[in-house]
């Protein structure tokens, strides 16, 4: 039991010191509705441009980002990777 109370204070220290540094996550960019193409005719050789519109980005929703969430949350993601990725943690089917 020991050992278990010395793990979550040692997990709850590392997160009260990822909070600060998961403050800095930026946004995630949106897609481009719309992009410029550039081409060349095949039978002249003649270049031209022409927009073309991603219909697919129309109803596009990203997945949630760092940036999309608050920092306590990204600080406790960190320690659940952290926990999952040690050692000690146990698998119970």
């Not at 010395?6 to 995630?28: C, D, F, G, K, M």
């Not at 095949?42 to 073309?52: D, L, P, V």
């Amino acid at each position: 039991m020991k050992h278990l109370s010395l793990l979550t204070a040692l997990l709850l220290a590392h997160w009260r010191e990822t909070i600060p540094l998961v403050q800095t996550a930026s946004a995630s960019p949106k897609p481009p509705l719309e992009v410029r193409r550039d081409a060349v005719e095949e039978n002249t050789g003649e270049k031209f441009s022409f927009n073309e519109t991603l219909h697919a980005y129309a109803e596009f929703v990203p997945d949630l980002q760092p940036a999309d969430v608050d920092v306590r949350t990204r600080a406790l993601a960190d320690v659940c990777l952290v926990l999952l990725n040690s050692n000690e943690f146990a698998y119970v089917y």
